[in-house]
């Protein structure tokens, strides 16, 4: 019976043995369809990692030069409205030697462009800053002499006179006004603080 056994697990073996032998060809052949997949997949992607790649180069190089363009021609606008004031001023100028015009019209011509200047800038954003009378403001102002004045209605710290105007282009100060602030007596004369400079 023993016999039988070994003989029977022998035979068994065999049959795996041969069964083994005719599924590994099939195996092998199913791995190396799924490898060859793989590969096409892996191509496929590197091909559209490629064009995604180029794709992103061209658009960078596009904005580019469209910023290159717009830096270009973006002073346009304010240079074409600029243009009605140039032909005004070039007018004054010529109006000395023209016959017939006073003092006081040449006067009220240049006067009309100055005005007309100020409208353009206004337009695109410019704006005054606001000095005589106002609270100093280090971010606005810039204190070149301190001074006491008589009036006690004039608190320190006010401005009391303007040296030269200051300008703000929308909401950002591209020239700071310098100024002349109120202080209290035992102050007076003393050069303006690092601080009251603000803008050097």
Request: with cysteine; proline share 4%.
């Amino acid at each position: 019976m023993t016999d039988e056994t070994e003989c029977s697990k022998a035979t068994e073996a065999e049959e795996g043995s041969r069964e083994a032998t005719r599924k590994t060809p099939l195996a092998q052949a199913e791995l190396e369809e799924r490898i060859e997949e793989l590969e096409q997949q892996v191509a496929e992607y590197e091909d559209r990692y490629l064009r995604a790649a180029a794709e992103l180069r061209n658009y960078r190089k596009r904005v580019a030069d469209q910023r290159a363009q717009q830096l270009q021609f973006a002073y346009e606008q304010l240079v074409t409205a600029l243009l009605p004031v140039l032909d005004h001023m070039e007018l004054a100028l010529q109006s000395p030697h023209s016959e017939g015009e006073s003092p006081q019209e040449i006067l009220s011509g240049v006067e009309m462009t100055y005005r007309q200047f100020q409208e353009v800038l206004q337009q695109f954003g410019l704006r005054r800053v606001d000095t005589v009378g106002e609270q100093f403001d280090v971010s606005l102002h810039e204190a070149v002499e301190r001074r006491t004045v008589d009036d006690e209605a004039v608190a320190s710290g006010k401005i009391i006179e303007e040296f030269r105007p200051g300008y703000k282009l929308h909401d950002r100060v591209v020239r700071p006004a310098q100024v002349c602030v109120c202080v209290e007596q035992e102050v007076a004369g003393d050069e303006p603080t690092d601080e009251e400079r603000g803008h050097n």
